[in-house]
Nanobody, 123 residues
Framework: VQLQASGGGLVQAGGSLRLSCAAS????????MGWFRQAPGKEREFVAA????????KYSDSVKGRFTISRDNAKNTVFLQMNSLKPEDTAVYYC?????????????????WGQGTLVTVSS
């Protein structure tokens, strides 16, 4: 499975970005998907996850109410809509395929990872 993340860029605080992650290869729509991020000098942290059906989602407290995760199984793509961006959201964002049908908030709950897309929020 290969994951290609896109949609990152430079945005001012308060702005919005929409990240996409397209899966190819031996993909399965029966797996949860997730987004993580890693800021300079910090460890990778959980951002959001979505179940295989798209019905169940979970978010970190730091992004809850501002970010929305969704997926289109027909296109093997997961999205992360990011609104009201803050400078502290600056990081490389990674998408990942879960080991099971529900997305996990722990990185060891994922098997395949994308290469990351950089999001920079200026103040």
């Amino acid at each position: 499975v290969q994951l290609q993340a896109s949609g990152g860029g430079l945005v001012q605080a308060g702005g919005s970005l929409r990240l996409s992650c397209a899966a190819s290869g031996r993909t399965s729509s029966n797996n949860g998907m997730g987004w993580f991020r890693q800021a300079p000098g910090k460890e990778r942290e959980f951002v959001a996850a979505i179940s295989w059906s798209g019905i169940t989602t979970k978010y970190s407290d730091s992004v809850k109410g501002r970010f929305t995760i969704s997926r289109d199984n027909a296109k093997n793509t997961v999205f992360l809509q990011m609104n009201s961006l803050k400078p502290e959201d600056t990081a490389v964002y990674y998408c990942a395929v879960g080991r099971g049908p529900y997305g996990s908030s722990y990185s060891d709950g994922y098997t395949y990872w994308g290469q990351g897309t950089l999001v920079t929020v200026s103040s």
